[in-house]
């Protein structure tokens, strides 16, 4: 059965924002802006973004307290100032947290939810609307039905969905990723190939998204190394944030797999970013799941003009490696937290803790 809904209406190009603001009027005439410290200022998101809302009377106030991996208590935060200002809507501008915290707070402050309760996707029964503006090129949270939230108190990072958190409108202008350094473009591109590769792993996938995984997947194999070395280049920022809109637009359909959920513990223990510690467990996971979607891999390579071993060479190229120890008890905590992800269920191949664990220990 093909199942496919995709709300969001989403602005790409340069200056999107600029010439198409008119859809944010009609949200309401109070706004509450949620960002990180830097993005909105380095990218000049947050300069477009003011210039519109005053020049149209909308009023706004600045929620900027989200850091990488957004936390329960940051959100909860934030729904309270949204409740206190009256804000009738939300911008998400920066990379996947600010975007994917504006969710969150919408959700807590629409249900008045005690914080945990996000995690309850089934109890959301509304949002405040919600426009995102990414300045990354990777998660493509600005066309997911997703957040993902950090709870500190357990170190647990899962995400939530509803169908009331896609955003209402997405602005994306590839010029406010020139200001991200060679790092930060090469995760979040990883990122982005990791939800094309997920796509093909779930078991979820359908016609509709093979060809956006296969164009997404060939942009940022051709163009991702050629980026690094040229950052300020707009035409190579332009193929990137298409190929993570790509990545967003099929995970919306088939969700993440077993890679994000192996992932997420290595972000919450050692601070390893989203996109980084998905590409550090890459070729572990093609490997296993290789033999059961082995003719979806392989119509993918014959699309990238590349072999399996190729392609490996390639993301070792890229360096992303593990230069953190995984100890023994950090495998155990991590396997056995990992298997209650949602994302197992999906797998092509059933997935066991012991799976899970020895993909760990090949990481030593
Ligand atoms: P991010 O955590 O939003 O940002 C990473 C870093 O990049 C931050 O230090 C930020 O700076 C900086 N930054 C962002 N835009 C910049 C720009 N244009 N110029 C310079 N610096 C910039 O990174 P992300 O990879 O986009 O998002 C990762 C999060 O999204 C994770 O929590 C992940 O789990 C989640 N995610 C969500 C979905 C979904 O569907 N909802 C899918 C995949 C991943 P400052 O903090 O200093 O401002
Ligand atoms: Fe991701």
């Not at 190009?13 to 380095?42: M, P, Q, W, Y």
């Not at 990218?43 to 909308?58: V, Y």
């Not at 955003?167 to 994306?172: A, F, G, I, K, R």
């Not at 991200?180 to 792993?201: C, F, K, M, W």
Request: hydrophobic share 40%; with cysteine.
């Amino acid at each position: 059965m093909l199942k496919y809904h995709m709300p969001t209406r989403l602005y790409f190009g340069r200056d999107c924002l600029l010439e198409n603001a008119a859809d944010i009027f009609g949200l309401g005439k109070n706004a509450l802006i949620v960002t990180d410290k830097n993005s909105a200022r380095l990218s000049g998101a947050g300069e477009d973004l003011l210039r519109t809302l005053k020049r149209n009377n909308i009023s706004f106030e600045i929620f900027d307290e989200v850091t990488e991996n957004p936390t329960l208590g940051a959100v909860c935060r934030g729904a309270r100032l949204l409740k206190e200002k009256r804000a009738d809507f939300l911008i998400g501008v920066g990379g996947g947290s600010p975007i994917d915290a504006a969710k969150a707070i919408s959700v807590i402050a629409a249900n008045n939810f005690e914080g945990r309760e996000i995690y309850s996707s089934g109890k959301i029964k509304k949002a405040y609307p919600i426009v995102a503006v990414p300045t990354t090129a990777g998660t493509g949270t600005e066309a997911t039905p997703y957040s993902v939230i950090t709870d500190e108190e357990i170190s647990r990072k899962a995400g939530f969905g509803s169908p009331h958190i896609y955003p209402v409108v997405s602005y994306l202008d590839p010029k406010y990723t020139l200001s991200l350094n060679a790092n930060q473009t090469r995760n979040t591109a990883i990122d982005a190939l990791s939800h094309l590769l997920e796509g093909i792993y779930s078991t979820d996938r359908n016609f509709l998204v093979t060809p956006l995984i296969h164009k997404g997947a060939s942009i940022i194999y051709s163009n991702l190394v050629p980026a690094l070395t040229d950052l300020k280049n707009f035409e190579y920022r332009e193929r990137l944030m298409r190929a993570a809109l790509y990545g967003g637009m099929v995970i919306a359909q088939t969700s993440t797999t077993l890679q994000h959920a192996i992932g997420n513990p290595l972000t919450t223990e050692f601070g390893i970013p989203h996109g980084l510690a998905n590409g550090i467990v890459m070729k572990e996971i093609m490997e296993l799941f290789y033999s059961s979607v082995r003719n979806q891999i392989d119509d993918l390579f014959l699309c990238l003009g590349v072999s399996k071993r190729e392609f490996y060479d390639w993301l070792d190229l890229l360096d992303m490696k593990l230069t953190d120890k995984l100890t023994d008890d950090f495998i155990e905590r991590s396997s056995k937290s990992v298997m209650k992800s949602g994302d197992i269920p999906i797998s092509p191949v059933e997935v066991r803790e012991d799976t899970v664990r020895k993909i760990y220990k090949s990481l030593r």
